[in-house]
């Protein structure tokens, strides 16, 4: 079945580390993207690419990073700069062109500071 | 800067009752597609509804269906016949055409009861 795999789906997080969290998709989707959901809140644009190789920040870039090597994959690293990095992460891809644009999502990861 | 405001942070009906979630959003463009995503407590976002701005007949989708008043910037979701599954947040968003990236609203928690 096609979709969006998001893994860990539970994440701890030390002071001072990097974590990274995988977002794979086997919907041969140009477009990827990253959310952050915090509790009773919206989703805030992380970064997002709508093509291999490149990406932009979203609206809450600080403390992030990402990489887009391959078109199915898309990991964001939560730096040890995020001094707040608790939240649901949430990843989706899009088809650029298509005739009925939407958002596909993933499962989310839970990430929680120790 | 897009702007989508869902106003009531929390609903609450019967099971069979009709409700109505309000969204609206602010945007200087004419082009743009609007959506309402479903979150249940498993958090797996879902699309409920989709518009395309050009259309003036309001979408529908079985039991949800949308008053979309684009001189307003109105955008609501009205759920009949309201099913226990339908507990979920749900989340207003705006894209415009081309721009590909979604703006979120707050989201409206809404409760079925028994």
């Known amino acids: 079945d096609g979709g969006i795999t998001q893994s860990p789906k539970y994440l701890f997080r030390k002071e001072g580390q990097n974590v990274t969290l995988s977002c794979e998709q086997n919907l041969n989707h140009d477009a990827m993207y990253w959310y952050r959901q915090d509790p009773g809140q919206g989703l805030r644009l992380i970064y997002y690419s709508q093509i291999v190789n490149d990406f932009q920040k979203g609206d809450i870039a600080e403390g992030y990073s990402v990489s887009r090597e391959k078109k199915e994959s898309f990991p964001l690293t939560v730096t040890s700069a995020q001094k707040n990095p608790t939240a649901f992460y949430l990843c989706?891809?899009?088809?650029?062109?298509?005739?009925?644009?939407?958002?596909?999502f993933g499962s989310g990861t839970q990430l929680s500071v120790l | 800067a897009q702007t989508v405001t869902q106003s009531q942070p929390e609903m609450s009906v019967q099971e069979a009752e009709t409700v109505t979630l309000s969204c609206t959003y602010d945007?200087?463009?004419?082009?743009?597609?609007l959506f309402w995503y479903k979150q249940p407590p498993s958090r797996q976002m879902i699309l409920v509804i989709r518009?395309?701005?050009?259309?003036?007949q309001n979408a529908t989708e079985n039991r949800f269906s949308v008053n979309f008043q684009k001189a307003a910037k109105s955008f609501s979701l009205k759920i009949s016949d309201s099913q226990l599954g339908d507990t979920a947040m749900y989340f207003c968003a705006f894209m415009i055409q081309g721009a590909q990236k979604l703006v979120f609203g707050q989201g409206t928690r809404l409760t079925i009861n028994p």
């Open positions: 989706a891809s899009m088809q650029r062109g298509a005739t009925n644009e939407k958002l596909f």
């Open positions: 945007t200087s463009e004419s082009n743009y597609y």
């Open positions: 518009q395309e701005a050009y259309k003036q």
